[in-house]
């Protein structure tokens, strides 16, 4: 899937973001998330989901998948990562459906908050970057929409539903 503006808001965003296709294989993500576990994007598309929870998370991490499955989105979920330096932190995923234009599962949208990083000043950092990536998108949905692909419609489509999501989370509640 090609690069669109709607995407480019995430590419160097405050907060992890990685898309995965349905079966849990990383598609696509941010330098935050891959800065965050400490490898090059190159070493993480591709790579099952699994490969960045240590394997006492394991279960944990496939609950999440059958909760997204079945539900077509996950939120809150408590997950321990595990860094290239085997070193872990506590996250908190929260996860958004992607359709393809005939309403069929093709992955999903996923923000990873770092709980050890939920100070006030980032906290102020994702409440701006999630309104302004909205607006951004309310932007491309009034200018370019319409001239969309299939593809990039349900790309645009999928990044609209995270951001909304986001948007209702009381980040304060995360500290």
Known sequence: MPQT???KTLKDAPVMWRRINSIGVI???NSTYAANLGYAKSEIIGKPIFEHVPKESWESMNDSLKIWFETGKVTDRKITFIRQDKSTFSGLLQATSLYDEKN???????VIFDLT???????????KFFEESSEKLKQ?????YEKF??????EYNGLKQMFEMLLKINLNELK
Do not use: F, P, Q, V
């Not at 069929?104 to 996923?110: D, H, P, R």
């Not at 491309?140 to 370019?144: A, D, M, N, S, W």
């Not at 692909?149 to 349900?154: I, L, M, V």
């Open 140 to 144: 491309i949905k009034e200018k370019e």
């Open 149 to 154: 692909e299939k593809e990039s419609k349900s």
């Open 117 to 127: 990083k939920m100070d006030d000043e980032n906290i102020e950092k994702y409440k």
């Open 104 to 110: 069929n599962l093709i992955g999903s949208n996923t």
């Open 27 to 29: 598609l696509d993500c």
């Open 5 to 7: 503006e709607a995407r």
